[in-house]
């Protein structure tokens, strides 16, 4: 009887035949992001500045009713008005966004970043971090190198839990840190970073997820493709299956989980 | 600000660094002044710019009609593409680093102390804020921002620091211990400043150039320790 109705079901699969294709392309950023929930650590791709900063995902996500997240990234919030000021002439695309609004939303509980804000810039107002604490938000930050960062965020990916490095030894990260001398030189302990999501941003896409970037713009997004339990990315536009040579596709597909065509010019 | 007299300009200090990449060398600048030393690589020499954000062999600065919002710098600043550049992952930009692929990096430094410890990842201490990072972010001066500073500071093989010899308020940024904190220790190799190049070994500091116009005893002047005069001291050579 159930071999039956298994034959039946294959039956009818074959079917409906294209339909059933692997297909990551979702409709919409919100559809992609529906089932981020309170509490989630976000990986934020991007570098913190124009070019490869996924501002589709994340003007979605600010429209979520989600909070107590967790945003994880090289320099996620700094906001539009730090892009103008290092811009200078250059014209910010009205497309850009980035995890200040969560900021703004107070959807943010903890931040581990890089650059949580810059010195070296003067704004009109003080940076989006910086405003959210003195507004009385209550935000943890974890401070991390951003190589270290990067490589946290890449252990996580290849299932490796931990790893030494040189960088941060004899200065204040060395705090609450495994500290063991190898080959004569002090190495600090630093643990994979996991996460939940991880919000991207590529170039193109194929259905199967396949990802190729575009310059600088690669940065954080290639590293944290795969490196969550979910990695949705957001792209200028989809490609026919095959039309990306396989000698020159980034990311292969099996990291990726959701597509999204993005909104605007760039991110 | 105009520069006090015997004070090169942060252009020049960018060439005299720029002095230091020889042919087939591969070069990280930091913001601000290192980053302007990809301007002034010498005639018939091939150096290849790495920067954090993933791309190797980038040409100078662009300029606004060359500017390419996917081909940035990691001071924020447009760079131009040249033959044979490459692009690459964040985490593969700093197995670069970390790996001992990096032959010079090039860094802005808020002090420098005679071991060659560099601090330039925060104006002030965490022991100003009770050791709360949070606070300290709070107060809205100065934030701290680690960025890729101590990954190379750690990782590259050569450290060289371009900034100016003091602060605005005329204190010497060359000290005997730093008081901020600290991005690397015993890493730095080279200092270049607006008014001197200042070489750091075992034995302390070595003055090897001075800033057209400067004595010895000028640059001792804002400089915290003692400074060991070159036996073939020169004027700076661009």
């Known amino acids: 009887m159930a071999g039956t109705q298994i034959r039946i079901f294959l039956i009818f699969w074959r079917l409906v035949g294209v339909s059933v294709k692997m297909n990551k392309i979702v409709a919409s950023a919100r559809e992609a992001l529906a089932d981020i929930f309170n509490g989630a650590v976000i990986l934020c791709g991007g570098f913190g500045c124009v070019g490869g900063m996924p501002s589709t995902l994340l003007k979605a996500l600010s429209e979520l009713p989600v909070k107590n997240l967790t945003l994880v990234g090289n320099a996620p919030v700094l906001g539009l008005e730090a892009q103008k000021t290092a811009a200078r002439t250059m014209q910010v695309p009205e497309s850009y966004a980035d995890g200040s609004l969560l900021l703004k939303n107070g959807q943010v509980s903890k931040l581990i970043a890089s650059v949580p804000a810059m010195a070296i810039y003067r704004l009109q107002e003080p940076f989006p971090i910086v405003k959210a604490l003195q507004e009385g938000q209550d935000i943890e930050i974890e401070l991390v190198p951003q190589g270290t960062l990067a490589e946290r965020i890449r252990a996580a990916r290849a299932g490796i839990p931990a790893f030494y490095t040189g960088t941060g030894a004899g200065t204040l990260l060395e705090k609450d840190k495994e500290v063991r001398q190898i080959d004569g030189r002090p190495y600090l302990l630093e643990y994979a970073l996991k996460a939940d999501f991880a919000l991207i941003w590529a170039y193109q896409a194929d259905r199967y997820g396949n990802l190729i970037y575009k310059g600088t713009s690669r940065t954080f997004n290639a590293t944290m493709a795969g490196a969550a339990a979910v990695t949705v990315a957001e792209v200028a536009g989809v490609v026919e299956t095959g039309e990306l040579d396989p000698e020159i596709i980034v990311t292969p597909g099996m990291y990726v989980d959701r597509v999204v065509v993005r909104q605007g010019e760039t991110g | ?238």
């Open chain 2, 1 to 238: 600000m105009s520069m006090p007299e015997g004070r090169m300009d942060e252009q020049t200090i960018a060439m005299r660094v720029a002095r230091e990449f020889q042919d087939g060398m591969v070069v990280n600048l930091g913001g601000g002044i290192p980053s302007l030393a990809c301007n002034f690589v010498a005639e018939g020499r091939d150096v290849f710019f790495h920067t954090e954000n993933g791309a190797l062999g980038y040409g100078g600065t662009a300029s606004l009609e060359e500017a390419d919002w996917d081909l940035f710098n990691a001071s924020f600043q447009p760079v131009t593409p040249l033959p044979g550049m490459s692009f690459f992952s964040h985490d593969e930009a700093f197995a670069m680093i970390r790996g001992g692929h990096i032959d010079i990096s090039v860094l802005g430094a808020l002090e420098v102390s005679e071991k060659g410890d560099l601090a330039n990842w925060a104006i002030g201490n965490m022991k100003d804020h009770n050791g709360n990072v949070v606070a300290w972010i709070k107060t809205g001066r100065f934030p701290p921002a680690i960025g890729g500073a101590m990954d190379l500071a750690a990782g590259a093989k050569r450290i060289i620091v371009a900034m100016t010899h003091t602060t605005r308020d005329g204190s010497p940024k060359v000290v005997k211990k730093c008081k901020y904190e600290i991005t690397a220790r015993k890493c730095v190799s080279l200092i270049v400043t607006d008014m001197a190049v200042i070489e750091v070994t075992p034995e302390g500091l070595v003055l090897k150039e001075a800033a057209p116009g400067l004595t010895p005893d000028d640059i001792q002047a804002v400089t915290e320790p003692e400074l060991i005069v070159a036996d073939d001291l020169k004027e700076v050579e661009l």
